[in-house]
């Protein structure tokens, strides 16, 4: 008999990555989707007709009780969030509903469905904001930065809480910034990928971008993945950093990206102080050992290579349609 998995957010970049894995390992998956005037599933699109997707909303309790009678699943990742940092300030409130009591609902429902599901949650390494300890681990004490780092701090411990409440197999996953060709246009690896590409296609001259001194521990989504699929199969559920250890300024990320394609990034980038935060997250580089050891998990892209995919897909797609309402917006 199949497997079922429900995924929340499967029209991210996490939760398309995701949906392919569990196809592939022969799962039936179900994708929760907002009702929208106009839903953007561009990242799923090849899965269309191998996924089933269902209306829910991480805001209506009732909505996601439903999916769980009705699916039954085996499996739940919530991958649903206001994603996007820099927008947490301006949307403090919403940030708080879908990331932080979201995730009760998310919790209370399969609780009180059926507490035998076993549940993901998406936590992130923003809650350690103005680090305490470098790397950062599991037992690294959290100081967020920004309005959306505070609500996945409550997040990961109501889940917690859960786990210990209620006997819950309920498992957060630290992960550090993963990225790749599907991420959103608003995130500064594809902020740079894309501005590389219009730039060596002569559809732009220059690239705007804010603080180049801040580090971030980069990889690839497609290999974080696979951790959150390996924390649901252990014997007792536990939380993980999901990282690769290494970590890289923006500037990095810049000097990698424009000399993938041949150019001197100095001649094409522009500081704008309105692009820093009201608070910065300096350095982020976590210690995923613990990650290595139990789930024998170990990341496949290097930092280069993730680049240098996101730089060619982005050359790619433009190539194709150069238009600049032909963007994945995400």
Known sequence: MSRRAVITGITGQDGSYLAELLLEKGYEVTGVVRRASAPNLSRVEHLRDRVAFRPADLL??????????????????????????????????????????????????????????????????????????????????????????????????????????????????????????RRGLEFVTRKVSDGVARIRLGLADHLSLGNLDAARDWGFAGDYVRAMWLMLQQETPDDYVIATGVSHTVRELVEAAFGHVGLDWQQYVRLDPKLLRPAEVDHLIGDASKARRELGWEPAVDFRGLVAMMVDADLERLRRSPQPDARIEG
Not at 82 to 89: E, G, K, L, Q, R
Not at 108 to 129: H, K, L, T
Not at 132 to 159: A, D, L, N
Request: glycine share 6%; hydrophobic share 35%; charged share 20%.
């Open 60 to 181: 209506d309790q009732l909505s996601l009780m439903r999916i769980i009678q009705d699916i039954r699943p085996h499996e739940f990742y919530n991958l649903a969030a206001m994603s996007f940092v820099p927008a947490s300030w301006d949307q403090p409130m919403l940030t708080g509903e879908y990331n932080s009591l979201g995730v009760t609902r998310v919790l209370e429902a399969i609780r009180q469905v059926d507490p035998a599901v076993r549940i993901y949650q998406a936590s992130s390494s923003e809650m350690f904001g103005r680090v305490r300890e470098v790397p950062q681990t599991e037992s690294t004490p959290f100081y967020p930065r920004s309005p959306y780092g505070v609500s996945k701090v409550f997040g990961h411990y109501i889940t917690v809480n859960y786990r210990e409440s209620y006997g819950m197999f309920a498992v957060s996953g630290i992960l550090f910034n993963h990225e790749s060709p």
